[in-house]
């Protein structure tokens, strides 16, 4: 079975840290990846491990450990356009490459 | 970067009534293409696979007779709904993915159906 769990919404102050962990336990894995959601849009790629490791791209950082089926977006300086859905996706690593999303986590940033 | 483009943005249709929404690659080749639904405050659910020139792989529980799925070149799939129901109305997103090399797949802007 495929099961991918994120904490369902998540405040935090503009110009803060916050951190958006994410638990996977997937028949397979290829890859993981993360996309920002604002409401009524489609998604926006963010970054992609599938190594074990810390991946740096400007504000945003992600990090992941395949043993502990474990994975965390990091949001450095946060802006108030932050605010949005941030999604968690297991890649499959048979067939087509189907992408198995998470439960989502909204973010919230406040002034 | 690659575009997917998807037509219309937004329908309203009676129940009981077909709707077609499509979904295009405009600057690249997509051999594989997904459809995604998504409930408010939902996140992404796979409905299908749709690969050009084969019959696309349906998500169990998804009615592939109710969800008809066309992958008839490699720049567009479209996805019907057939017989909608109040249930069906949703966020329809498709996305693609074909570039050698890149990782990610690239998202239309989504179709929001709400039927009556």
């Known amino acids: 079975g495929q099961n991918i769990d994120q904490p369902t919404e998540m405040t935090a102050t503009e110009g803060a840290i916050v951190q958006i962990n994410c638990t996977y336990q997937t028949s397979g894995f290829n890859g993981l990846f993360w996309y920002q959601q604002h409401a009524g849009e489609a998604p926006t790629f963010l970054s992609y491990?599938?190594?074990?490791g810390l991946e740096e791209k400007g504000r945003f950082s992600s990090f992941l450990s395949r043993s502990k089926g474990y994975s965390y977006l990091l949001l450095k300086e946060l802006q108030m356009k932050d605010s949005a859905s941030y999604l968690c996706?297991?890649?499959?690593?048979?067939?087509?490459?189907?992408?198995?999303f998470g439960t989502g986590t909204r973010l919230l940033v406040s002034p | 970067g690659a575009v997917v483009s998807q037509h219309p943005s937004w329908v309203i249709c009676k129940s009981g009534t077909s709707v077609k929404i499509e979904c295009r690659s405009l600057?690249?080749?997509?051999?594989?293409m997904f459809w995604y639904r998504q409930f408010p405050k939902q996140s992404l659910m796979l409905m299908a696979t749709s690969n050009e020139g084969s019959k696309a792989t349906y998500e169990q529980g998804v009615e592939k007779d109710k969800f008809l799925i066309n992958h008839a070149s490699l720049t567009l799939s479209t996805l019907t709904v057939t017989s909608a129901h109040p249930e069906d109305s949703s966020f329809y997103i498709c996305?693609?993915?074909?570039?050698?090399?890149?990782?990610?797949?690239?998202f239309g802007p989504g179709t929001r159906l709400t039927v009556t």
């Open positions: 996706a297991v890649r499959d690593p048979t067939g087509f490459q189907k992408l198995v």
């Open positions: 600057d690249f080749q997509a051999t594989t």
């Open positions: 491990n599938v190594l074990d």
């Open positions: 996305s693609a993915h074909g570039l050698a090399g890149v990782e990610e797949q690239y």
